[in-house]
């Protein structure tokens, strides 16, 4: 029998302050839990998403059979992070389109939707607003916070803002911040996005109109970081679409690579916000714990107290193996606990959501370890 | 006393048979020529340019100071590829926009700039076209046929098509053919500019607008896949453009990469033509020898007769220096006379533009020998 998901959502009232000065009024978050909660509330272990993702992380909902939360090949009962055992809470962070406030709704200030006006939020906005979540639910300290990429973000944050709250720490597929080029892919994806001309300076809602244009580019261009050369080279190489011929044509699809991006450009505009895009893929260049502390990493991760486990992917080359190790090396400077697994994958950055025996052993075996720890 | 470059035209009234099918009427190439070709006409040596490039290889205009042909550095008196030695042609390619006949010149069955309909031209049209320039120029055989990038494989396919007429042959950055991901950039920039609500279909010259904003996004991709890594975290890394503070905006310029992207992006915009941009890039993608040979480059470069030198760059992510390997080992299967540098350097596939000392010292060398069989 399936693991059946509920969506439920918590009015928040008090304004939160922004690390940009800003600040942002009343606000819902949507979360889901899998799980039960123990007697004395040390089960309780956050996911954090990433880009493209939401509070429903495992299980599906009740009658809708193809309706699987995204990491749950990874969540769930007898799973790596099984929930006969954990509490488990996704959120879905502000700013999103798929349930929490976000630039779709309503600003307080003028009755209308906040589009290019909805304030630029943080990993660490996140992460707070994600703890008041926590002091609403009762749960004072988390047995692990967990997220991969732009989650495994959040979960090493939470360890860096509340090391007391967090006893472990699943990062994977991540990065202590973005370099050059990363913020040059989100760049070109935020101008693709922004000069199209259905965007109408973020207030498109308004014109009935969606940035289709941008979208579709933006998301083209996210999966090519997304997948590794040889992944492609295999799934696609240099197939034509139709016959064994080319058409020889400049606008057609001719090759298969072509009509694969075609196609996840076209469902992702369908139901993805553009302004969110800007927030998510700004939310990731601001990133850097180690810049307020002159640039060194082992100076900014000094704080952190919770046991940490590492993964990447050998062919990762969005987020590379390296910039795992950086992470790694920073903790053992500061004589912290680092599990670190490099796991040898053909499938690039996606292969944080992928079932590959080896990394979901790693996982199992490190929540065992949490789990031996934490009252039944 | 600078090399002085004039550029020239040669009209063309024959119709020349395309790789499509199709054929085009009349044209015009633009060429340059530099030095003098001797008297048994041995030492000619053709230069083919890549996708941003044109017939202005070497030299300035007279009284333009700043007018550098694109590989000056490499071409010139004295220089690896000397023209106190070697009669040096550039030519710009069918299709082009900087002189020889493209989508914004009048298609004489309509008497309106072929636009869109500009006919999809192949490396190996280009390389025919080529050909008869040299026929009405009188040079049978070249010394050598050199370019680098999508010009390097021009450069290949002169061996292939014309095997008794190319004696060297220098291919620099380049590769067999395009990957999945290779493909991948290029569909993105398409999509870019044929998304454009300028773009019109490819027939914008009538409407008085140019395609921009898919030019500036196409641009911006580029330059990334230009660059490496490690060049690009040298010059820009995570620097904010303005002060030490970030803005928190997600439409304004934070860090310097977004700066130089915009700054490419822009000015490519505003001489590039959108047409002959997907032209070009159709061009990269069609380009497979070993397709007509059941997927063998042992089998396809079998046709060859020339002598190679191949140097690629470690950090060229775009054409990895695996890529010319390929070309080496079907070389040697074919037991061809080949030479091959990999050139350890930072930046990335631009590289091939630079002045490496190592790396134009190989050319020079090269070239050396190839004199040393040349009348003066």
Known sequence: ?????????????????????????????????????????SNAVLVCHALNASHHVAGVYEGQSKSEGWWDNMIGPGKPVDTDRFFVIG???????????????????????????????????????????????????????????????????????????????VVVASAPNLNAENIAFNE???????TDPDFHG??????????????????MIGHITYLSDDVMNEKFGRQLREGISPKYSTQD??????????????????????????????ALDYFDPAGRHGGSLAQALAQA?????????????RFSPARSREIVKALLDNRRDVSYAEIDAPHGH???????????????????????GVAA
């Open 1 to 41: 029998m399936p693991l059946i998901a509920h969506p439920q959502s918590m009015a928040f009232e008090a304004p939160l302050a922004l690390t940009s000065g800003a600040s942002i009024a009343g606000y819902t978050l949507a979360y889901e839990t899998y799980g039960q909660l123990n007697a004395d509330r």
């Open 91 to 169: 959120v879905n962070n502000l700013g999103s389109c798929f349930g929490s406030t976000g630039p779709m709704h309503a600003n307080p200030a003028t009755g209308r939707p906040y589009g290019a006006d909805f304030p630029v939020v943080t990993v660490e906005d996140w992460v707070n607003a994600q703890a008041r979540l926590l002091d609403a639910l009762g749960i004072e300290s988390l047995a692990a916070v967990m997220g991969g990429s732009l989650g495994g973000m959040q979960a090493l944050s939470w360890t860096l803002q509340y090391p007391q709250r967090v006893r472990h720490a």
């Open 188 to 194: 070109v994806a935020r101008r693709a996005i922004v």
């Open 202 to 219: 973020g207030h498109f809602y308004g014109h009935g109109v969606v940035p289709k244009r941008g979208l579709r580019i933006a998301r």
């Open 253 to 282: 699809v001719e090759f298969q690579i072509e009509s694969y991006l075609r196609y996840q450009g076209d469902k992702f505009s369908e139901y993805f916000d553009a302004n969110t895009y800007l927030l998510i893929t700004r």
């Open 305 to 317: 107290q919770a046991k940490f486990l590492l993964v990447s992917f050998s062919t990762d080359w």
């Open 350 to 372: 996606d292969a944080f959501l992928l079932e590959d025996p080896r990394y979901h052993a790693v996982v199992r075996s490190f929540f065992e370890r949490i789990g031996s």
